[in-house]
């Protein structure tokens, strides 16, 4: 049920390295498809028991379905996970791949909002969804941690940037505000119902050649 990799080898030994890299990951090792809890407080159930509550937006690797259950793998730390099963209906595919994504021209700038970061450039990037028939209803985005950050801008050999800011709209306003304290998004997606975010990075001054990362779309970020 659980597996930890607790021991880390002081020795490598290059043949046998070479070799294992050739032989064929075993099951509990293989990439899973990925999908997304919807609901907090989602028991995760082993057996009989309850082993676990999951947090609305957790991403999960999808092993097996049957009837109204999912098994899955839920990581806890590096090398360290658990399996269970949860209930399918509170699960969506984690994947951007059926949603209709356009990006607007960006805007580069050297001062944004007041701000200045010497040595950068400030680009922001407008980004269109649109939800198709085989869409998710919800979309989660995070970038706390910018080496998997959900979105994210990419430049010369694969460097990696997660979002400076973006333009939050304020629950009951009509007004929108520029934040750098949050660190996720959930999209609500509806049919003929598009959605515009607006994404803030800061990037060197020479940066060129530019994509975005929208989980498992990429996107060349073209400039005029």
Not at 13 to 35: D, F, G, I
Request: aromatic share 8%; charged share 30%.
């Amino acid at each position: 049920m659980r597996r930890c990799l607790a021991l880390a080898l002081a020795v490598a030994l290059a043949p046998l390295a070479a070799r294992a890299a050739e032989e064929p990951k075993k099951p509990e090792e293989q990439e899973l498809p990925k999908v997304v809890v919807i609901q907090d407080e989602t028991s995760l159930i082993y057996g009989q028991e309850k082993i676990g509550q999951l947090a609305e937006g957790t991403v999960v690797g999808l092993i097996e379905t049957k009837a109204d259950w999912a098994k899955v793998r839920v990581p806890f730390a590096p090398g360290c996970w658990a399996e269970g099963w949860i209930r399918l209906a509170l699960t969506l595919p984690d994947t951007l791949r059926d949603v209709q994504v356009t990006l607007g021209t960006p805007k580069r700038s050297y001062t944004y909002e007041n701000l200045v970061l010497p040595g950068m450039q400030f680009i922001e990037v407008k980004v269109k969804f649109e939800a198709t028939e085989r869409s998710p209803r919800r979309v989660y985005l995070r970038w706390d941690d910018e080496a998997k950050s959900d979105i994210a801008l990419t430049y010369g050999r694969e460097k990696r940037i997660a979002p400076y800011g973006f333009w939050l709209q304020k629950p009951l306003s009509a007004r929108r505000v520029f934040d750098r304290v949050e660190k996720r998004q959930t999209l609500l997606l509806a049919k003929d119902a598009p959605l515009i975010e607006t994404y803030v990075f800061a990037v060197p001054v020479r940066a060129r050649d530019l994509d975005l990362i929208l989980k498992d779309v990429v996107q060349p970020v073209r400039e005029r």
